[in-house]
């Protein structure tokens, strides 16, 4: 495995193993929240003096709550199943990267202080003391790991690595060592309701600029409500896609498949994001805080459904944590899923017969698909399984004449993480999200050799913010990542569009 200029690995499969590299990303880190950070979330605003006994009570704490996080530490036999499996490690070769390497920076401090044997024989059992070089290895490669729970997939004992992660970032935050990306984010969203700060003006603003660009393109007026009361369904999205591309244009075909299903429906300003980084700190009651803004925003408008869009953590919150961290929803139509993915909403709509498609409209693209990592293993969609793999491809194969998947090594529960997620997506982690995305790039650069594949479509914003920065390292333009619902938009032909009667003429005459 070569490395460019950049030092990023260029591998001659997705899955090559690279030469051990001890300590390559020792000392990488993101930016520490400050306390204006730190405080509004509940956690101390810089380290604090007892630091020690605070980390041990929070681990004794976990350890208590959560009797699968105590299982994993307790049951690694050190197989080896996992050490290949994480992107971060075959992009960086550090085999503190390793997921089980990682598990045991953690395991070691349990086994030291809560097990036996390493009270008494710590050197026989690999447990160590903690310390405050110990603390800061944490903070370093906890933060090199996007909770994709790849490894566990492979894992004989089901360890759920990503636990692991999300309760030493939980317990760095309690005592004062948190980070600054995904606190200050999660800051916002108290306050306001969504990542970006975005006020009910500047939404408001936003969303009609919008309805004002579909009706230009198409002659068709669509909507896109904002807190009307009475709504059937209430759209919960990534606040990515009111602002940025790719995500505004798979917002778009949101509207105008709700449009074309006759639903009514609306955005709430109170809880205008998806996406739960409190899940991402692996702290309970920061996630619940955010999912409760959803429940308020449902009920203060009367909604029937709740609908979610493209966003990957965002659905696995939702699918396995929304109802225990904010149920029961009793209220909502019990006779829809609660709740219900847009991609789930557009398939039955398709498979009904109520959206007409000019796939054509896609041909200027060969497209593969990514799985989403929290999509593809911490959820379902539809009623059978495995349709959290089948229904993305079925909606993307319903409106483009050309799609192509990856190597089956690389995709449904073996997919390899586009390297941004887990709240990696800082600018200050730039270099690991680069090596970090290169077994997932490789993957694209095999299919693109043997299909001519151009552009590759996902169902996360972080997935689509982190490949546009990517790509052109890997010879990819910016705009070669793109939302399954900005094909659905590009695709679907709106009842009374312009033109449209002469497509129909002119695809009946080619017929």
Known sequence: MAA????????????????????????????????????????????????????LAKMKDIAEKNRAFQVYLDT????????????????????????????????????????????????????????????????????????????????????????????????????????????????????IGNNLGLNAKALGATLEDLEEEIEDDTGVSVRIPLDEKGADILLITPSADFFAEPHIDGLLG???????????????????????????????????EISLRIRKAAQDLGVKRIVFGECGHAWRVAYSFLNTLAGPFDFLDQNYPIPQHILEFTWDEIQKGTLTFDKS?????????????????????????????????????????????????????STLCCGGGGGLLTDDLMD??????????????????????????????????QFGKVMPDYGYDMDSIVSVHQLVSNAIVLTGQDGAEEDETEAAEET
Not at 172 to 190: C, R, W
Not at 442 to 464: F, P
């Open 4 to 55: 460019d200029g950049n030092d990023i690995p260029k591998m001659e499969h997705p899955l090559e193993i690279p030469k051990l590299k001890c300590g390559a990303m020792e000392g990488l880190k993101p930016f520490i929240a400050a306390p204006e950070h730190q405080e509004p979330l509940g956690f101390p605003g810089e380290l604090v003096e007892n630091w020690k006994e605070v980390a």
């Open 76 to 191: 690694c036999v050190k197989c080896g199943a996992c050490t290949d499996k994480c992107h971060y490690f075959l992009g960086t070769g550090d085999p503190k990267n390793m997921p089980v390497a990682r598990q045991d920076l953690l395991r070691s401090v349990y086994r030291r202080y809560f097990t036996f044997a390493g009270k008494y024989f710590p050197s026989l059992v690999g447990a160590r003391d903690l310390t405050e070089e110990v603390l800061q290895e944490w903070y370093s490669y906890y933060h090199q790991c996007s909770e994709c729970r790849r490894c566990s997939v492979f894992c004989p004992y089901g360890i759920d690595t990503a636990e692991i992660t999300m309760a030493a970032r939980d317990i760095l935050a309690a005592v004062g060592i948190g980070q600054k990306y995904s606190n200050e984010i999660i800051g916002k969203v108290h306050d």
């Open 254 to 288: 949101y509207a105008k498949v709700f449009h074309e299903a006759g639903v009514s429906w609306t955005v709430s300003s109170y809880a205008s994001e998806a996406a739960n980084f409190g899940m991402f700190i692996g702290n309970y009651e920061n996630m619940r």
């Open 361 to 413: 409209q896609n041909d200027h693209m060969k497209l593969t698909y990514h799985d989403s990592c929290n999509v593809a293993r911490a959820s379902r969609m539809g009623t059978e399984p495995g349709g959290q793999f089948e229904i993305p491809r079925n909606v993307i194969k319903a409106v483009c004449n050309n799609y192509y998947d990856m190597d089956r090594q690389t995709t449904h529960e």
């Open 432 to 465: 690991l999200r680069k090596k970090g995305a290169s077994p997932r790039m490789t993957a694209l650069q095999q299919v693109t050799e043997e299909h001519g594949v151009t552009h590759m479509a996902a169902i996360c914003a972080i997935c689509k913010t």
